[in-house]
Nanobody, 118 residues
Framework: QVQLVESGGGLVQAGESLRLSCAAS????????MGWYRQAPGKQRELVAT???????NYADSVKGRFTISRDIAKNTVYLQMNSLRPEDTAVYYC????????????WGQGTQVTVSS
């Protein structure tokens, strides 16, 4: 089992920045891909970004150029730097772990709220 604890959410104005962090513990040897998903009110959960063991990244089109995912292997931590935030970025953001790149997320964090006011 892998436990994930997110931090860094909050309320910001449009155009501002936030940095989310997610620390993993437990069976960390099984971690392959780490990532972030989000779910806005009334909408389906969607992929935001993922990062593999060697640093390969993948982003949703809606966040490309504004968000950056990074990973500290030694600290078992993944980060999401969010710049130029927009009201439509408002959502609960979830940290995820995949034990293999071709799998859907195997583990989810509890989520952290990000609210962007206009």
């Amino acid at each position: 089992q892998v436990q994930l604890v997110e931090s860094g959410g909050g309320l910001v104005q449009a155009g501002e920045s936030l940095r989310l962090s997610c620390a993993a513990s437990g069976s960390i040897f099984s971690i392959n891909v780490m990532g972030w998903y989000r779910q806005a009110p009334g909408k389906q959960r969607e992929l935001v970004a993922t990062i593999g063991r060697v640093g390969t990244t993948n982003y949703a089109d809606s966040v490309k150029g504004r968000f950056t995912i990074s990973r500290d292997i030694a600290k078992n931590t993944v980060y999401l730097q969010m710049n130029s935030l927009r009201p439509e970025d408002t959502a609960v953001y979830y940290c995820t772990v995949q034990v293999a790149p071709w799998r859907a997320p195997d583990y989810w964090g509890q989520g952290t709220q990000v609210t962007v006011s206009s």
